[in-house]
């Protein structure tokens, strides 16, 4: 299985919101990856997680959370968000190792906009 | 900046005729990947060149590097419009940095 799953594929929520999302993975990954991706732009990275500890954090607003609660799952807990939050977030999970020489599975992202 | 430039930004081909982008970067890097990216969806893993290799071929796909100009070049032959989609590169540099993706090259594929 090389699949990454993300829930849920959309996402529309207030500023005043509570929402989580979510990605799974099965293939045995210790590496998992949050990205933000703006309209006809690269993918940004937000947070790394090393053997489910938070390895990397891109100076992300505290708005984000991130948590790894186990080997296969990654969540993405948003509070009191702004409109220009509003993106396409993407999961990653890799092997560990030097990033230039592991390859990225991505799943589809969660499409978000903040009302 | 490590992040890669790639050129052109977008392209326009007809399916058939071959399809080149490239990719420049700043920095002294170790290993370069390309990725895929359809419209809206996650991104695909196309190939991975190492700092000591200069061409690699994956199917219709050929990737040079030269590391002395500080770019990358991808080739897709024979294009079809399945292969419409943005292309992007993605480097690290040595040590345990995350990887950086460039801003990109978005290709259509006309039938």
């Known amino acids: 299985d090389t699949e990454v799953t993300q829930t849920p594929k959309h996402l529309v929520m207030g500023m005043t919101n509570k929402k989580s999302l979510k990605c799974e993975q099965h293939?045995?990954?210790?590496?998992m990856y949050w990205y933000k991706q703006k309209a006809k732009k690269p993918p940004e990275l937000m947070f790394v997680?090393?053997?489910?500890?938070?390895?990397i954090n891109e100076s992300v607003p505290s708005r984000f959370s991130p948590e790894c609660p186990n080997s296969s799952l990654l969540n993405l807990h948003l509070h009191a968000l702004q409109p220009e939050d509003s993106a396409l977030y993407l999961c990653?999970?890799?092997?560990?190792?030097?990033?230039?020489?592991?390859?990225?599975?991505f799943g589809p992202g969660t499409r978000l906009t903040v009302t | 900046s490590q992040q890669g430039e790639e050129d052109p930004q977008a392209l326009s081909i007809q399916e058939g005729e071959n399809a080149t982008m490239n990719c420049s970067y700043k920095t002294s890097i170790n290993n370069l990947q390309w990725y895929r990216q359809n419209s809206g969806r996650g991104l695909v893993h196309l190939i991975l060149?190492?700092?000591?290799?200069r061409e690699k071929h994956s199917g219709r796909l050929r990737v040079t590097l030269d590391t002395s100009k500080k770019s990358s070049s991808l080739l897709i032959t024979a294009s079809r419009a399945a292969d419409t989609a943005s292309y992007f590169c993605a480097t690290a540099l040595s040590g345990n940095t995350p990887l950086v993706f460039g801003k990109g090259t978005r290709l259509s594929v006309i039938a």
């Open positions: 997680y090393s053997y489910e500890k938070l390895s």
């Open positions: 060149i190492r700092s000591n290799e």
């Open positions: 293939m045995g990954h210790r590496a």
């Open positions: 990653a999970s890799s092997q560990v190792g030097l990033a230039g020489l592991v390859e990225q599975y």
